[in-house]
T-cell receptor, first 113, second 113 residues
Framework: EAGVAQSPRYKIIEKRQSVAFWCNPI?????LYWYQQILGQGPKLLIQ????????DSQLPKDRFSAERLKGVDSTLKIQPAKLEDSAVYLC???????????FGPGTRLTVL | GDSVTQMEGPVTLSEEAFLTINCTYT??????LFWYVQYPGEGLQLLLK?????DKGSNKGFEATYRKETTSFHLEKGSVQVSDSAVYFC????????????FGIGTKLQVIP
């Protein structure tokens, strides 16, 4: 079984630029999560999808961050414009409906200069 | 809201030493409890879990017991190896609604030969 795929693995941008991350969850997993992990901290949930609907985006900075999950499969997370404090690893995770164990991708390390 | 408190690292141990990483939680209801591990350059992966009071989760020589009376889920291993060097995250899952997971800050473990 293929795991959660994320791309790119690394990204370096200047502040005020935009960036997008892509996630392909495990086949059949209805629930998809995006987390922000700042160095030295635990993952912080940004947004949770169930199929293609948003069930929790309370910690997503909506003035600059957006996410979508078209057709309930792949998802993209966008930051526009980026700030220095957005430097972090962005993790995508997925799970089956009603299951609490999450499967994580390798993450995308974003550096904002 | 839900929260997880775990001991700050880094923790440095010699090979074959005994490991304890403390974790306590605050939650309404009866959450599931998890330990996730993150090896360098990789995403998080589930190490073990427990879903109800007095349950013991175990995997790869690691153990943790769900203690409702002390709201704790301490991670233990009798004899650590160099390959156990990683960051360990304690987490809980809100049993209601959409299984939102709250993570602790992570504890870095370094095992030296």
């Amino acid at each position: 079984e293929a795991g959660v795929a994320q791309s790119p693995r690394y990204k370096i941008i200047e502040k005020r630029q935009s960036v997008a991350f892509w996630c392909n969850p495990i086949s059949g997993h209805a629930t998809l999560y995006w987390y922000q992990q700042i160095l030295g901290q635990g993952p912080k949930l940004l947004i949770q999808f169930q199929n293609n609907g948003v069930v929790d985006d309370s910690q997503l900075p909506k003035d600059r961050f957006s996410a979508e999950r078209l057709k309930g499969v792949d998802s993209t997370l966008k930051i526009q414009p980026a700030k220095l404090e957005d430097s972090a690893v962005y993790l995508c995770a997925s799970t089956s409906l009603g299951v609490d164990t999450q499967y994580f991708g390798p993450g995308t390390r974003l550096t904002v200069l | 809201g839900d929260s997880v408190t775990q001991m700050e690292g880094p923790v440095t141990l010699s090979e074959e030493a005994f490991l304890t990483i403390n974790c306590t939680y605050t939650a309404t209801g009866y959450p599931s409890l998890f330990w996730y591990v993150q090896y360098p350059g990789e995403g998080l992966q589930l190490l073990l879990k427990a879903t109800k009071a007095d349950d013991k989760g175990s995997n790869k020589g690691f153990e943790a017991t769900y203690r409702k009376e002390t709201t704790s889920f301490h991670l233990e291993k009798g004899s650590v190896q160099v390959s156990d060097s990683a960051v360990y995250f304690c987490a809980l899952s809100d049993p209601g609604g959409y299984q939102k997971v709250t993570f602790g800050i992570g504890t870095k473990l370094q095992v030296i030969p």
